[in-house]
């Protein structure tokens, strides 16, 4: 499973791709799509709540990513943001992101997978093939050192692409 790390600059990369050359430097639609990306992985407190494993259950789903898309759309509605609807559509992007990237990644800690469909399917998804190292869940120098190791791997995919993206998309200079 790829670190917040990988996730924000995924999501940063989903921000050049749907930008408007006016909208590249705008914080608010950014910090929409970075938030939206990294938030799935707030399940994680849910354990401090009851002592049970919520990660990668229903968070990590099209449903998940609907609902995130929806509150977003409203919060800009209610707040009088520009644009609502691509906010939301944004949100849901980033959510999204966030599943398929998960889907990607390595899993080491039952259940398996992802329930990337939810509420269509309460079952749990992987990619048989992992593209992402998984990352580790305890506080030991060995899991920093994996750790460590496995967003290097994730910045080697995942900026390299972002970075051409940016060159791409970025207003010139000359």
Partial sequence: ???????????????????????????????????AAVAPDLDLLLRFVDGRNHHQAESHS????????????????????????????????????HVLLDLLGRDTHPPIGV?????????????????????????TWETAFHDALAMAWEMALVAPVVLLLWRLRAPSTR
């Fill in 62 to 97: 099209l449903g998940c990513a609907m609902l995130a898309g929806f509150a977003v759309w409203a919060l800009a509605r209610m707040r009088g943001w520009p644009r609502p609807g691509a906010l939301g559509l944004l949100a849901f992007g980033g959510w999204l992101s």
């Fill in 115 to 139: 329930m990337a469909l939810w509420p269509l399917s309460r079952g749990y998804y992987k990619f048989p093939w992992p593209v992402f190292m998984d990352i580790g869940r305890t506080l």
């Fill in 1 to 35: 499973m790829p670190s917040p790390l990988g996730h924000t600059v995924a999501a940063l990369g989903l921000h050049l791709l749907t930008a408007t050359p006016e909208q590249l430097k705008h914080r608010l639609r950014i910090g929409v799509v970075v938030a």
